[in-house]
């Protein structure tokens, strides 16, 4: 599902790889000896050289803002096994159509309300770049999930956007307002997700904050954006995940 972009100047009409592993990570239990010996007897864990601190678990930093449940643990998944390879990073939220950017570290840049496909899934159709916008399907107009490297172009109309997967058409760019009729600023500005399905697949976001958070972020840079999935499981779409929370990566 996950494709390595390519730059190139595309992007579908009005806008609408995968490479992941887990680091490994496991700490030495040190037992103290048997509860009848003297307490010289027994065995005492050593102290860290100074200086250095026993590592638990790296998590991302969402600085508080409001975050699903889903969304965090990916963070944290990213953060911890160095899935993003040193890269800046975006969660895309498809459910509550919200999108985090974090910096190389897992510090968030930034968060956003997001408008994505009109329809549910997680898979995109084949072949549907190729087509043209008309006879694209209402159920066809997906956000695809997974795991991509991205980069910071321009598509034909010389917009800057970020392309997500090219091969599908699909990037994250500033709203589109060409159609009076989608609303689309006042669907980003409603309180909830409900009417935040709307594009052909690609992920719109306000013009300031791509302008003041993406662009500044993956600028000079390519970067990872994983997008969760809302049909099939985590684990099916990035299948080294592993929860942060108990630190126990799959063999």
């Known amino acids: 599902m996950t494709r390595a972009i390519v730059t190139k100047a595309f992007c579908v009409g009005l806008l609408a790889a995968s490479f992941a592993f887990a680091q490994a990570c496991a700490a030495e239990d040190l037992q103290a000896g048997a509860s009848d010996l003297s307490s010289s007897q027994k065995t005492v864990a ?5 200086g250095r601190q026993p590592q638990g678990p790296k998590r991302a930093d969402f600085l508080r803002e409001p975050v699903s449940q889903n969304a965090q643990h990916l963070a944290d998944w990213v953060v911890d096994s160095s899935d993003n390879h ?3 990073f975006a969660i895309v939220d498809k459910v509550d159509a919200k999108v985090f950017v974090f910096d190389k570290e897992g ?4 968060a956003t309300p997001a408008l994505v496909g009109l329809t549910r899934g997680d898979d995109t159709v084949p ?3 190729g087509r043209k916008l008309s006879s694209i399907r209402p159920n066809e107009r997906i956000t695809p999930a997974g795991r991509f490297v991205t980069a910071l172009d321009h598509n034909s ?3 800057r956007i970020l392309w997500v997967d090219y091969d599908a058409g699909i990037a994250l ?6 159609n009076p009729k989608e609303n689309r600023l006042q669907r980003l500005a409603t309180p909830t997700p409900l009417d935040n399905r709307i594009s052909y ?4 976001v306000p013009a300031k904050f791509f302008k003041s958070v993406v662009t500044p972020a993956f600028t000079g840079t390519d970067g990872v954006v994983y997008i969760l999935p809302e049909v099939h499981s985590i684990r099916e779409v990035f299948p080294s995940y592993y929860e942060v929370a108990s630190h126990s990566p799959p063999q």
């Open 86 to 88: 040193g890269l800046p």
């Open 127 to 129: 072949g549907i770049s």
């Open 173 to 178: 760019h500033p709203v589109v307002t060409t």
């Open 46 to 50: 050593p102290a860290p050289p100074a």
């Open 157 to 159: 109309a010389g917009q």
């Open 107 to 110: 510090e968030l840049g930034g």
């Open 201 to 204: 697949g690609c992920i719109n």
